[in-house]
């Protein structure tokens, strides 16, 4: 199965460090070749990056981990085809517009059966299930809400909904509009919070180390969210199967 990366943070933040030792499971440390994408916020702007080649050997990827965009919420997918063709259009991170704000989701899993009824507006480019339950999900939260609400309310929103996709199969995914962090798993996700005191981390998949102490002040927090832990020297935190989180200005509500 695919593999995720989300961030979010108090104040605008480069995903440099984890990103470096993710890319290399496109292809290198795991099997995950069918593709890559990863999207920043910026304010209301947003910058989405996607290619169908590997991520640790894609020159869009090798961009990446040389350019530290700061923001303070930010998705990654690396993929493995299971419905869709290894081609562009079906590579993720998933891009939506709703209530005049960018909306990004990326899934890992297999949903089977999965074939709601789409109107127009919001309608699959691609010929994935993923695609088919962003869709699907930004069309029923338009039906539930006549502008964009709080972060509460999406999450008890998101909450009533994600369970309808989740009963078809394997629905770990994460979600954003920029505000915050939207996150579930059937099976795998874990997750971090840094903050202070920060100290030093070393990554699992590459001989690479930071001491985040260097580039941070006390008052930054930041959150973390992967499938498999990208570190072997923080405290990460396995995902209850079936439960919703949602992280704002780098922590966990109501943790």
Known sequence: MCQLLGMNANTPTDITFSFSGFAQRGGLTDHHGDGWGIAFFEGQGLRHFVDHQSASSSPVAELIRRYPIKSQNVIAHIRKATQGDVKLENC????????????????????????PRLHG????????????????????LAKSHASVPSVQELSFTLRE?????????TFNF?????????????????????????????????????????????SDRVAVV???PLTTDEAWVAFEPGRLYTFEGGDLLGA
């Open 92 to 115: 993720h991170p998933f891009v939506r517009e709703l209530w005049g704000r960018y909306w990004v989701f990326a899934h890992n899993g297999n949903l089977v059966d999965f074939a």
């Open 121 to 140: 507006n919001f309608k699959p480019v691609g010929q994935t299930d993923s695609e088919r339950a962003f869709c699907w999900l930004m069309q029923e």
């Open 161 to 169: 909904l994600v369970p309808q996709i989740a009963r078809h199969g």
């Open 174 to 218: 994460l979600l954003s509009n920029g505000q915050a962090l939207w996150a579930h798993a059937s099976t795998q996700l874990h997750h971090v919070l840094r903050k202070h005191p920060f100290t030093q981390a070393t990554l699992s998949d590459e001989d690479l180390s930071v001491n985040f102490a260097d580039h941070t002040r006390a």
């Open 226 to 228: 992967v499938t498999a």
